[in-house]
C-alpha cells in the first residue's frame, strides 16, 4: 500500500474564500460542481462505554463533543461528475431505506390496531422498520461530504487536512494556502 499523502490548507486562507482548486482531490478530475459546506473535525471524546459510567450520560458526551468539535466553512469546494454520482447514490439509496423504514412501522401500528393478525407480523414488521432506520445511517454516512472530499478540520482547527489528495488537486493550492508546519505537527499528535 502506497504511503498516505496529504496536504494541509490554512483555516485561515480558506475563511477569504478565495478559488479553490478546479480538480477533484479524490479523483484529480475536472470539477463538475463546486460545494459550500461545513468541514469538521473529529474531536477524540470519551468512549460509548464511558456513557455506562455512572454520573457520564450521552448528554456528556454530546456537550464534549460540542466543546472540542472545530468547524469550517469551505466555500466553493471541487466534486467532480463521479464524486456528485457518487453522493446521490447514496442519498438514493439512504432514502430508500428510510422510506421503506418508515413504510414497515406504519404497517406494523395498522395492522396491529385493526386486525387480527399474529403478533408476529406485527413484532416483525416493528423490528423490520427499526433495522432498515438504522440500516439507513450508513450509506447517508458513506456519501457525507467530508467523507467525499476526504476533507476533515485539524484538532487545533488550524488547518484543514486532505488526505491522499491527486496530484492536481494538489498542484493548483496556491503556496500562501498551505498551513504552516507547525499546524501540520500538532495535527499529528
Ligand atoms: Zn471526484
Given amino acids: ?19 479553490l482548486p478546479e480538480h477533484c482531490a479524490r479523483h484529480g478530475l475536472p470539477y463538475a460542481r463546486k460545494v459550500t459546506f461545513a468541514l469538521k473535525s473529529n474531536p477524540r471524546i470519551g ?4 456513557v455506562l459510567a455512572p454520573g457520564y450520560t450521552s448528554v456528556d ?22 464524486c456528485i454520482r457518487e453522493r446521490a447514490v447514496g442519498i438514493t439509496l439512504a432514502s430508500v431505506l428510510l422510506f421503506l423504514g418508515v413504510a414497515a412501522f406504519a404497517c406494523a401500528f395498522i ?12 413484532v416483525g ?37 486532505v488526505t491522499n ?4 488537486f494538489v498542484r493548483e493550492i496556491p503556496a500562501a494556502a498551505r498551513a504552516s508546519q507547525a499546524a501540520d505537527r500538532r495535527a499529528g499528535d
Fill in 1 to 19: 500500500m502506497p504511503a498516505e499523502t496529504a496536504v494541509d490548507i490554512s483555516t485561515t486562507w480558506l475563511e477569504k474564500e478565495l478559488r
Fill in 61 to 82: 458526551r454530546a456537550a464534549e463533543y460540542l466543546n472540542q468539535v472545530k468547524i469550517v466553512k469551505a466555500t466553493g469546494w471541487p466534486m467532480c461528475a463521479h
Fill in 111 to 122: 395492522i396491529g390496531a385493526l386486525t387480527d393478525a399474529a403478533a408476529g407480523v406485527f
Fill in 165 to 168: 489528495p491527486k496530484p492536481e
Fill in 125 to 161: 414488521l416493528f423490528f423490520g422498520g427499526l433495522a432498515l432506520l438504522l440500516l439507513s445511517v450508513v450509506p447517508f454516512q458513506r456519501v457525507s461530504l467530508g467523507r467525499l472530499t476526504q476533507a476533515h478540520v485539524t484538532d487545533d482547527g488550524q488547518a484543514v487536512h
Fill in 47 to 50: 468512549s460509548r462505554k464511558k
